[in-house]
């Protein structure tokens, strides 16, 4: 049967106590090489997480989580500084690592509540409590990886094909994945689930990342490109779509790599039900509408140097924004670890999230 019980490599670990490191799977060289980086500073973290060596919104969370305290190691061998003002300016330098995904923010603020909790706390004391603290996010992500599994599988069709973008699987957490994690626990619940992974230009998480989780769960797979997505569902090879997220603002709009709306507006011309799987960590409250996230415009030469081989002009003008938001008119459900919200709305959102 489909579906294999072995994960893949775990996307990151912390290793040793107070003075360890981070350990993480260099995305960037996937399917070629499964190449392991160590973490040793807080820039080294900014810098994987900006480069994409570490990514997918709940993963860059976790990694900026261990990031700080990576900067606690530094700020404790240092006491010209207040150390609960030095971790503050830690979250602060990590925020700027990229702008979309809300799981960083959230993993900062609860990174920088940890100094205002324990603000009498020696800064041995304190450095501890941050480490406990970035435990605590990737264990919980691992749960909200599995419970998202649980809530979604039933979502999905007992035939035909099952559409997914981007990434959004162990490799975007600490866990199973959101997106894959339903899909793998379709597969476990006995489904003959067949993926339908678009490559996902220009990065290719897809073709380099979703289908090498695929294959290495033995979850039957078949990679397209972006613009095939429109011709398969119109060939009644899809039955259903589901992605991750980055952030999704009170009325349910999502943001999610750039092609996703393509995608949920293909989904709705041929009447397939288009998910979105993500923890609550995932929603931004604070934004009424997904018109107010902000979305990554990324460099020029990753849609110029496909991966070292130059495919366009040098000059050309270019537009890369690394995100698009797919209005919630568009999603069928949204799958947390808490529930299934549907419809898509924000009263739907605040019960099922007891926001
Ligand atoms: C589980 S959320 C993964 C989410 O993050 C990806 O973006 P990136 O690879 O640029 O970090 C993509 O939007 C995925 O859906």
Known sequence: MAGSTTAPPRTMRWEGDIHGALRLID????PETEEYIECSTVDEVWDAIKKLKVRGAPAIGVAAAYGVVLGAQTALRDDR???????????????TSRPTAVNLFWALDRMRKVTSDCSDFPPTEMAERLLEEARAIEHEDREMCAAIG??????LPTDGGVMTHC???????AGDGTALS?????????KPIHVYANETRPLLQGSRLTAWELMKRDVPCTLICDNMAGQVMKEGRIKAVVTGADRIAANGDAA??????????????HDIPF????????????LSTGDEIPIEERQSDEITMGFGKRTA?????????????TPASLIEALITEKGIIRPVNEEEIRRVLEL
């Not at 649980?150 to 979502?155: C, I, Q, S, T, V």
């Open 81 to 95: 500084f207040r150390f609960d003002n030095r971790i503050s300016e830690i979250c602060e330098y990590l925020a």
């Open 313 to 325: 002009p040098e000059q050309v003008n270019t537009y890369n924004p690394a995100f698009d938001v």
């Open 27 to 30: 995305q960037t060289k996937l």
């Open 150 to 155: 649980r809530h979604g599988a039933e979502l």
């Open 256 to 269: 999610n790599k750039i092609g996703t709306y393509s995608v949920a507006v293909l989904a709705k011309q």
């Open 167 to 173: 990434n959004a699987g162990g490799l975007a957490t």
């Open 275 to 286: 998910y979105i799987a993500a923890p609550s960590s995932t929603f931004d409250m604070s």
């Open 182 to 190: 339903v899909i793998f626990a379709a597969v476990t619940s006995g």
